[in-house]
């Protein structure tokens, strides 16, 4: 996915994703039991990195978009806490160098499937392999691919209606979806249609592209990287994977030498 989107669509992405809270506590709780640094990679605009570090724990996000850091910047200048336990890094999850390591490294919100490519995919899984502690564990989320919608040459999604405060205007947005069955990528239009204060009908279109992957794929590409999967969740809630969940939680941990690197 081309990180120019996210920074087109940073102002808004607040607005968009307000209502998706419940793999908040989900990190947090992990983030606590790991007891030491953390990394969430593709932060964003610090949807979940912010309830981690005013728990107290010192977090780095990483993001290709500056305008979705500058977002997170802002919130977290605002709280003391928040501007001592957080470090914000513009970069790319498949070329990172920093100079820490981590005991919790995650990958929230499928920011994963923007990786597009097998190659990307391991590139990145490399680099976190290196900054990741001894013992430390990588939680990557991507979404359940589901063989009926797949089968569907597009499908499309009414979103319902938004309030764009800054603006004071209503959007109405619409998803339209297609699925590159060959390539393994998933393509949307999203939509969004509104009226100006002269009552003209205005509209705007956001398209990206992202990957996906099946369950038994991810376990494999994680251990061929290095990991062993200790758990594939279907939702926040650590249930069990069932096909009809719609997430693929999986959790890993460094594994080198036929043992757990503790
Ligand atoms: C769906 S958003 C998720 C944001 C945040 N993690 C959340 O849960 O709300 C995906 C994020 O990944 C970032 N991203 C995409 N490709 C990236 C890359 N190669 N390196 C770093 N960040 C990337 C985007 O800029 C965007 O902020």
């Known amino acids: 996915m081309e990180v120019a989107l996210f920074d087109r669509i940073a102002r808004l992405y607040d607005y968009e994703v307000k209502?998706?809270?419940?793999?908040?506590?989900?990190?947090?709780?992990?983030?606590?039991?790991?007891?030491?640094?953390?990394?969430?990679?593709?932060?964003?605009?610090?949807?979940?990195?912010?309830?981690?570090?005013?728990?107290?724990?010192?977090?780095?996000?990483?993001?290709?978009?500056?305008?979705?850091?500058?977002?997170?910047?802002?919130?977290?200048?605002?709280?003391?806490?928040?501007?001592?336990?957080?470090?914000?890094?513009?970069?790319?999850?498949?070329?990172?160098?920093?100079?820490?390591?981590?005991?919790?490294?995650?990958?929230?919100?499928?920011?994963?499937?923007?990786?597009?490519?097998?190659?990307?995919?391991?590139?990145?899984?490399?680099?976190?392999?290196?900054?990741?502690?001894?013992?430390?564990?990588?939680?990557?989320?991507?979404?359940?691919?589901?063989?009926?919608?797949?089968?569907?040459?597009?499908?499309?999604?009414?979103?319902?209606?938004?309030?764009?405060?800054?603006?004071?205007?209503?959007?109405?947005?619409?998803?339209e979806v297609q699925y590159d069955l060959a390539k393994q990528t998933l393509h949307e239009d999203r939509v969004y249609e509104w009226k100006d204060g002269s009552g003209k009908a205005c509209r705007d279109v956001w398209s990206y592209e992202i990957a996906y992957l099946f369950r038994y794929e991810s376990e494999l590409l994680l251990e061929k990287c290095g990991f062993r999967v200790d758990n594939v969740y279907g939702d926040f809630d650590k249930s069990p994977y069932d096909y009809y969940s719609g997430e693929q939680i999986f959790v890993a941990r460094k594994f080198q030498h036929g043992r757990i690197n503790k």
């Open 19 to 175: 209502d998706f809270v419940r793999d908040i506590p989900f990190y947090v709780e992990y983030a606590k039991e790991c007891g030491g640094d953390v990394l969430e990679l593709g932060c964003g605009t610090g949807r979940v990195l912010i309830p981690i570090a005013k728990e107290g724990i010192k977090i780095t996000g990483l993001d290709a978009s500056e305008r979705m850091l500058a977002i997170a910047r802002k919130k977290v200048e605002s709280e003391n806490t928040l501007r001592k336990n957080v470090t914000l890094v513009h970069g790319d999850m498949k070329s990172f160098k920093l100079k820490e390591e981590f005991s919790l490294i995650y990958i929230a919100f499928r920011s994963f499937q923007c990786l597009l490519t097998k190659e990307d995919q391991v590139t990145c899984l490399a680099c976190v392999l290196e900054h990741l502690a001894k013992g430390g564990y990588l939680i990557v989320d991507l979404f359940a691919p589901r063989h009926d919608l797949l089968a569907q040459s597009k499908v499309t999604l009414d979103l319902g209606t938004f309030y764009d405060e800054e603006r004071g205007l209503h959007i109405t947005r619409r998803s």
